[in-house]
């Protein structure tokens, strides 16, 4: 009889198909499917068929160290986590090495990140002639992360990215500049017209058709507005993060700073200091559906001149001055102001903060001085691209496209 192929509670293995030579998994007869930590998960369809796109960091504690897999999808199913949560996971099959010997699994994506081990081996994957001896670990041959070797400092996946541009107005200034930079980094770039898209909503098959055809393989998604997005235009950003794209405004940031109260509760509620306001039902104003207004918070009225902050993941990039307050149908007056002027830091650090509090990963944060410091008057996903490049001589649609490639951790490639 030949020797019976015997398992420890956890051992080495590779999943070549995926590019991975070495993974120390823990082996659990408890969990029916294995699971593989995914750091980011993109699904996208090519030739006909869906597939999964992600990255790993295989070796705990090395950041540097990162390797990006793509396979076909085979199933979405729910799975309960370790903490008892319900989670909708992404399957793949791919083939397991260990000891000599391959086999056909099935794996789930995950983000295990907070766990010792970047892999489970279920049951699932353990064959009929296969014994596990929980008291042992490492009965097969021992691999080592040395396989990595050469691997290392990785800067991400050398591609060209596919980023859509959620606007009514391709033609503006500023989203030409946008247009151009991602065009010049090398990316491709699709326009969302809401009235040209549709959502096919579905817990397993989640889709968007453009002019009626299907949108796939959108790898960001940027949605500028001159004020509130509608609820459709909201739908159409959240039904691309479901079908796994960045969305530099998330959804559900734009949803909240659409509704006047909630952009005012959110930030008091954080300590983000704003006009004191009496609020009856009687005040409230809808909106026309996507037709947007500024999300004013209070008018200047005795307070400092107001400074616009332009940010970008984050962190302010420019700053503008209002030089007056313009009358009735007249454009404002502004201008640049330097961003490490001393009088400037408390407002600054107030901006940033209400980006960070309301989600927003491009903000156009209006500030001006009270009696008590800095409080903000309005936030809006509008940074005005052009005007703020012009005056303050500042790369702000290039900052947007960088801040998507690093999100995403990729570099600018070509296609």
Known sequence: MSEPFLLGWEEWLALPDLGLPAIKAKVDTGARTSSLHADVIETFVADGQRKVRFSIRPVPGRDDIQIWCTA????????ISSNGEREL???IRTTAEMGGRKWPIEITLA?????????LLGRQAIQDDMFVDPATSFRQ???SYNRYRGIERAQGEQRSLSIALFTRRPENASNRRLLRAAERRGHRTTILDRSRLSLYISATEPAIFLNGRPLTGVDAVVAR??????SFSIAAVRQLEIMGAFALNPADALQRIGDPLALRQTLARERIPVLDAAVSHADLIKPDADDGHVLALGAAVGLGPTIRFAIVGGRCLAALERRSTPAAGERSDWEAIRLDAPELQAARRVAESAARVMGLGLAS???AAGRGG???????????IA???RLADASIAEAIVVHIEQSLRFRPGRA
């Open 72 to 79: 076909d999808v085979v199933d979405q199913r729910e799975v």
């Open 89 to 91: 996971r992404f399957v």
């Open 111 to 119: 983000n295990r990140e907070s766990m010792t081990y970047r892999m």
């Open 141 to 143: 041959p021992r691999l």
């Open 225 to 230: 507005a001159t004020g509130a997005l509608g």
């Open 365 to 367: 944060i209006d500030v």
């Open 374 to 384: 800095p409080v903000v008057l309005a936030v809006s996903t509008n940074v005005p």
């Open 387 to 389: 005007q703020t490049e």
